[in-house]
């Protein structure tokens, strides 16, 4: 383990070795949106380090050594579930067994919801999907109203988990007719999940930095309040387009649709964004027709054709980028708040559609 002694002090401490210096914990991060809730809590103090880069998906990952020294240095780190990183936990055990792990879909007050089953979702189900235990919690948190969203376990998926998903076309059917079981890991899009982390977070680094502690608690106190006014002003905006019809690549946001009461009306791909069985594409295909959808929302690291493949011909707008960890935006403490406000310009794209 190791602390970060304060870039400020580091002069001080080589003219005067004889003066206590404060040290920051060494922190590291999975993903890039809790990267960036830490980096808010954080501040000028210091910075987590990511150990899962951009882009790549969080259910499986290859660390770099730079990565696996990280997180072996690390005096706290900071994750979203086991389910979401099922490889990590096992890193961790033999990487940073003496760090102080905090799973942030554990922290009291986080609304949890259970998957969505099949290509295409009834919005009746949504307001019974979520956890009554943590839902009722989170519903006194921060004067918010409990919608909250899902996505799949497997929501955010590159080649790395390719191997998983060899192929039998009756396996795919399967998953096709009865998706994933259990609770779903996404929970960073709900904002007011995030606003309950932050708070987490602060006193998780005020635990191991107490001469920091007001610090911390000052710095998430300021990000909630940004929270609290984007997902006013979020919801403002769309409750203005309620009704929008949309599918998504791969059912990854349900947290979203559900804080924001926006909810998908399919998913072309399982939440691990494999290839669709001709099950799938054909009930997709029927919905589009059925509900008059007026947009597909792509996700940049997949493949276009395959949503070109399975909306050609039927006007369907195309083009809109809708992707959940915020690839493309920058690393750092902003890069939260651009990504709910990046998913709710998506959908208002599509209601003009």
Not at 227 to 256: K, M, N
Request: glycine letters at 8%; hydrophobic letters at 35%; a negative charge.
């Amino acid at each position: 383990m190791r602390h970060r002694l304060l870039p400020s002090l580091s002069l001080p401490l080589m003219l005067a070795p004889a003066v206590a210096v404060a040290e920051v914990p060494s922190v590291a991060v999975d993903i890039p949106p809790v990267h960036s809730l830490v980096a808010r809590v954080m501040g000028e103090l210091g910075s987590p380090d990511l150990v899962i880069q951009s882009g790549a998906s969080p259910h499986g990952y290859s660390m770099r050594p730079s990565e696996a020294r990280a997180l072996s240095d690390a005096d706290v780190v900071f994750f979203v579930s086991d389910e979401l990183t099922p490889w990590l936990a096992k890193a961790r055990a033999s990487l940073a067994a003496d760090a102080d792990a905090v799973e942030l879909m554990e922290v009291p007050g986080t609304l949890h919801l259970t998957y969505r089953s099949g290509p295409t979702f009834e919005a009746h189900h949504h307001a019974d999907e979520a956890s009554s235990a943590h839902g009722e919690e989170h519903d006194e948190h921060g004067g918010h109203e409990a919608h909250a969203d899902h996505d799949e376990h497997h929501g955010d998926h590159d080649e790395h988990h390719d191997g998983d998903h060899e192929a039998h076309a009756d396996h795919d059917e399967h998953h096709d007719e009865h998706g994933h079981d259990g609770e779903n890991p996404h929970g960073w899009l709900d904002p007011v999940n995030a606003h309950t982390w932050l708070g987490a977070i602060a006193e998780s680094l005020a635990a191991q930095d107490p001469e920091h502690a007001a610090t911390y608690r000052s710095n998430a106190q300021a990000g909630q309040q940004e929270l609290e006014a984007l997902t006013e002003s979020l919801s403002a905006r769309l409750a203005q387009v309620q009704g929008t019809r949309y599918i998504v690549f791969h059912d990854a946001y349900q947290y979203f649709e559900h804080r924001f009461d926006v909810p998908a009306s399919g998913a072309i791909s399982l939440g691990d964004a494999s290839t669709p069985s001709p099950a799938r594409v054909k009930e997709i295909q029927a919905r589009v027709k059925q509900d008059d959808i007026q947009c597909v929302f792509r996700e940049p690291q997949y493949n276009p054709a395959l949503i070109e493949s399975v909306f050609e011909g039927t006007g369907v707008k195309t083009s809109i980028v809708f992707e959940p960890l915020g690839v493309g935006l920058p690393l750092g403490e902003t890069l939260y708040p651009q990504l709910i406000e990046r998913l709710g310009q998506g959908i208002l794209r599509c209601a003009d559609a």
